[in-house]
């Protein structure tokens, strides 16, 4: 079934999410590659692991590859679905060769291993991060005893403030966590950048595009050639200069890592894999109630009738780009209402019991294209209102890690080994959909729930990790101390602009909770290291109030650098915006591009001129202030040739904004709008926020050993665990080793 004029009762409003306050396209299908995964080990240095990942693959190999169900369904769907026919016939081949060989490999990487190990001063090296953990609330609560596991670890090892990037932004933080680099040599500086022909913003860390050659069959179009799957983060991750050592690493969510890359280890990405349909997450939401037409922006609304106590509906998934002018592939369900606060959903002919405020299991769902080609996805199912009106919530629908649609992992197996062992689990880069509770589609407690039950998930594969790997770096990224403080901030101060005429009791101490729950956690991977292992725990960065949004396009336009077409705004991506006129403008969260001639497709600005214009801009922007706060809205300005090194450099935004704390990039900045003010307050739940001035919001750093650097940086994480297996640091690297020199760490913590 495809939406549109298969569905003509139903209406779709609304577009893509949010990427942490950074807009993204509206349901932009990515393509991702049939895969062909050859039944590799994993390269573990336990020898029984890497003989029960191969036997599991290959029992799993016939139920991977069912015909032509496989691939997914998007741009470059055609050559999956042509490449297809080989699926079966490759994957036994390569099952059999991997069986033949298996006890060479297993000796091979046997004695590379021991040869690693032999030169390294630990056997294993476990690194836990929690996004955006904060410093200063991280020690007011141990100091009241709310964090005991924590205060153990700082009195026994070491706690510090851990110096984060400019920006303090999630891509860029964890881009120089992994490769012990600054963003000029890896080149990642926001979520955003723009492209330099059309100035439209897009992702700065992955490009996914379609052949462009293709082949005609009847109403049928079939792509030929490879399509475009990159990774735009340069410079290399410490686990793969570990890998080329001989050292093993498991690495689990951490972001900036798809697509997937090739290394000794296995891998799970995180930020920046899409949803099924291709967007950074789109929810969907059914309601009967006729007011909330067109209500929401941030995922997709439809609209839906109750007839006889029954409602029908559709699931909409990606678009069908195998067939000529294909629209979105939808599934139709429809809901029994119970009269009793539950229902019956019938989906694909199976039942499924709904109630109301509870999440159902993941529940997987297959989209047809053509020819018995369907693309597999999950989602929960979350049930609002029965009566008076019928309200549901879906979340975004993720690639079923059981049978992925494109490769989320390394090796591609080992998504499906976490799905066959510990059950179907989030996918999608932004698993929490913060969106849905800014947009009021979510509850406080719907979307605490979500996110716990994500953070669950991630606590058994960490487990799992520990248990598989012992020998070499065990690292994850945990994502719901990011969450919840981006989205729960405003309880910890009454006079937030988003408290207005709201209770704020019942959620004050959501955040200290969230902290005792993490410190649970935490004595938990206490309990299950021995002294052989280091333990260093790290946030990317810390937290502030965002009160206040600054619009800097608008800031830009009534100082004269930036002109429009029309007066005196603008619409969604810089729309209006007259290239010909305008000396900069601004993308991101923070960072000034100048519309610099030679670089930009329509600049105007010479090189000779750049400087000076960019100190002028600068002067002029530390100067803005918040009349209606009567306080200032920018603490500095920094040049980014003053602030970075490498190669990358001309690729970073000209100028990159440090705000005071309270302050931000406003949501209409973001997704390209000039407005009519240049600060205006910000309502949302997303009240939270780290894209200040970097200096504002340190990470923190725990380890179970002392460290003499009183000023760690982020990038030294990777180093240190380099030294620590004795593994010479690249000179490329700007992150030094944290363990002191000529002396063997002393015993872990107890």
């Known amino acids: 079934m495809e939406c549109g004029s298969a569905a003509p009762a139903f209406s779709i409003e609304g577009g893509g999410r949010l990427v942490q306050g950074c807009p993204s396209y509206p349901a932009t299908t990515l393509w991702g590659q049939a895969p062909v995964p050859a039944l590799m080990a994993t390269g573990q240095i336990d020898g029984s692991m890497i003989f029960v990942t191969f036997l599991t693959v290959f029992l799993l190999s016939g139920i991977l590859f069912p015909g032509m169900a496989f691939a997914y369904i998007g741009p470059g769907a055609g050559f999956a679905f042509v490449s297809s026919f080989f699926i079966l016939f490759i994957t036994f081949f390569l099952a059999f060769l991997t069986l033949i060989t298996w006890p060479i490999r297993w000796m091979f990487r046997l004695f590379r291993g021991r040869k690693a190990l032999a030169g390294s001063r630990i056997k294993r090296v476990v690194i836990v991060g929690f996004d955006g953990q904060d410093p200063d609330l991280t020690e007011q609560w141990m100091q009241e005893g709310i964090l005991p596991n924590y205060a153990k670890l700082r009195d026994q090892g070491t706690f510090s403030r851990l110096r984060t990037t400019f920006p303090a932004v999630s891509p860029v933080a964890w881009s120089s966590f992994q490769t012990c680099c600054n963003p000029g040599k890896h080149r990642i500086f926001d979520f955003l950048e723009p492209n330099r022909k059309s100035y439209l913003p897009q992702l700065s860390s992955a490009q996914i595009g379609t052949s462009t050659r293709g082949i005609s069959i009847g109403k049928y179009r079939i792509p030929i050639g490879k399509p475009l799957m990159q990774l735009r983060r340069k410079s290399q991750p410490f686990w793969k200069v570990l890998g080329d050592h001989g050292v093993f690493s498991t690495i689990l969510r951490v972001p900036i890592s798809f697509p997937p890359e090739k290394f000794h280890g296995v891998s799970l990405s995180a930020m920046c894999v899409p949803d099924l349909k291709g967007s950074q997450g789109t929810f969907s939401y059914y309601s009967s109630a006729p007011e909330e037409c067109s209500r929401y922006t941030g995922g997709m609304q439809i609209p839906v009738e109750i007839s006889n106590g029954v409602v029908r509906s559709y699931l909409s998934g990606p678009m069908n780009s195998l067939k000529k002018n294909g629209g979105e592939i939808c599934v139709p369900f429809e809901v029994r209402l119970n009269g009793n606060g539950t229902a019956e959903m019938i989906l694909a002919k199976k039942k499924y019991p709904l109630k109301l405020n509870e999440y159902t299991p993941w529940i997987s769902v297959e989209f047809p294209a053509a020819l018995g080609m369907k693309a597999r996805g999950i989602c929960r199912f979350y049930l609002l209102e029965t009566s008076p009106h019928f309200k549901l919530y879906v979340t975004p629908i993720h690639i079923d890690p059981d049978k992925p649609s494109l490769p989320i992992s390394h090796p591609f197996t080992y998504a499906i080994y976490l799905a066959k062992t510990l059950g179907s689990y989030a996918t999608l880069g932004l698993a929490e959909d913060t969106w849905g509770l800014n947009e009021r589609v979510l509850n406080e407690d719907a979307f605490l729930k979500q996110v716990y039950l994500i953070h669950e998930e991630r606590e058994k594969m960490f487990f799992d990790a520990l248990e598989k790997t012992r020998r070499g770096v065990v690292a994850c990224v945990f994502d719901a101390t990011d969450r919840i403080q981006h989205m729960f901030w405003r309880y910890l101060n009454a006079d937030h602009p988003a408290n207005r005429g709201k209770d704020i009791e019942q959620y004050?101490?959501?955040?200290?909770?969230?902290?005792?729950?993490?410190?649970?956690?935490?004595?938990?991977?206490?309990?299950?290291?021995?002294?052989?292992?280091?333990?260093?725990?790290?946030?990317?960065?810390?937290?502030?109030?965002?009160?206040?949004?600054?619009n800097l396009n608008t800031w830009l336009y009534q100082n004269g650098y930036l002109s429009l077409k029309s007066q005196p705004t603008a619409a969604e991506w810089l729309q209006d915006v007259d290239w010909e006129r305008t000396k900069a403008y601004a993308v991101g969260l923070g960072g000034i591009y100048l519309n610099l001639r030679g670089r930009e497709s329509r600049g105007i600005v010479e090189k000779a001129d750049a400087e000076q214009l960019k100190q002028e801009i600068s002067e002029k922007l530390k100067q803005l202030r918040d009349e209606s706060e009567n306080s200032p809205a920018v603490r500095e300005v920094y040049l980014s040739n003053e602030l970075y090194q490498g190669p990358y450099v001309n690729e970073a935004p000209d100028l990159i904004v440090g705000f005071q704390p309270g302050y931000r990039t406003s949501w209409s900045c973001a997704t390209g709008v000039i407005?009519?003010?240049?600060?205006?307050?910000?309502?949302?739940?997303?009240?939270?926020?780290?894209?200040?001035?970097?200096?504002?919001?340190?990470?923190?750093?725990?380890?179970?050993?002392?460290?003499?650097?009183?000023?760690?940086?982020?990038?030294?994480?990777?180093?240190?665990?380099?030294?620590?297996?004795?593994?010479?640091?690249?000179?490329?690297?700007?992150?030094?080793?944290?363990?002191?020199?000529?002396?063997?760490?002393?015993?872990?913590?107890?």
């Open 675 to 750: 407005s009519n003010d240049k600060i205006e307050d910000n309502e949302k739940n997303w009240s939270g926020d780290h894209c200040v001035n970097p200096v504002d919001v340190p990470g923190i750093f725990f380890c179970n050993r002392k460290i003499e650097n009183p000023h760690p940086s982020i990038m030294d994480i990777g180093a240190t665990a380099m030294d620590l297996f004795g593994v010479p640091i690249p000179a490329y690297c700007d992150g030094k080793s944290l363990l002191p020199q000529n002396r063997k760490w002393g015993q872990t913590t107890s």
């Open 508 to 550: 004050r101490n959501t955040i200290k909770d969230l902290y005792r729950r993490i410190d649970d956690l935490l004595g938990r991977i206490l309990l299950n290291i021995d002294e052989d292992t280091v333990l260093m725990i790290l946030s990317d960065h810390g937290f502030k109030e965002f009160k206040r949004g600054v």
